[in-house]
C-alpha cells in the first residue's frame, strides 16, 4: 500500500532527493540540527521521515516528485 503524503512533504522530498530512498533520507535528516527554533518545519521533516521509513524502496521509486521540483534549483544552469 502506497502511503499518503501531503503535499509539503512531497515538496520536502522533491528538495532533498537523492536517487533512491535511503539516500534521501538520510539528505532530509542532515537539516535536522538547523531547525532547532522551526518547530513547524521540523514537525514536517519528522512526519516525511516517518511515513518514508514505513515505506520500501520500490514504493518510493512510483512517487512522481517531478511536479513538486523548483524551478531554478541553486548550482543548476
Do not use: C, H, W
Not at 527554533?37 to 518510493?60: G, W
Amino acid at each position: 500500500m502506497l502511503m499518503r503524503f501531503d503535499e509539503n512533504e512531497y515538496l520536502l522530498m522533491a528538495m532533498f532527493e537523492q536517487g533512491n530512498r535511503r539516500q534521501t533520507m538520510r539528505e532530509i535528516r542532515s537539516v535536522i540540527p538547523f531547525l532547532k527554533e522551526d518547530a513547524e518545519m521540523l514537525d514536517l521533516v519528522n512526519s516525511t521521515l516517518e511515513k518514508m521509513e514505513r515505506i520500501s524502496d520500490e514504493d518510493f521509486s512510483r512517487i512522481n516528485l517531478e511536479p513538486y521540483r523548483q524551478t531554478g534549483e541553486i548550482g543548476r544552469a
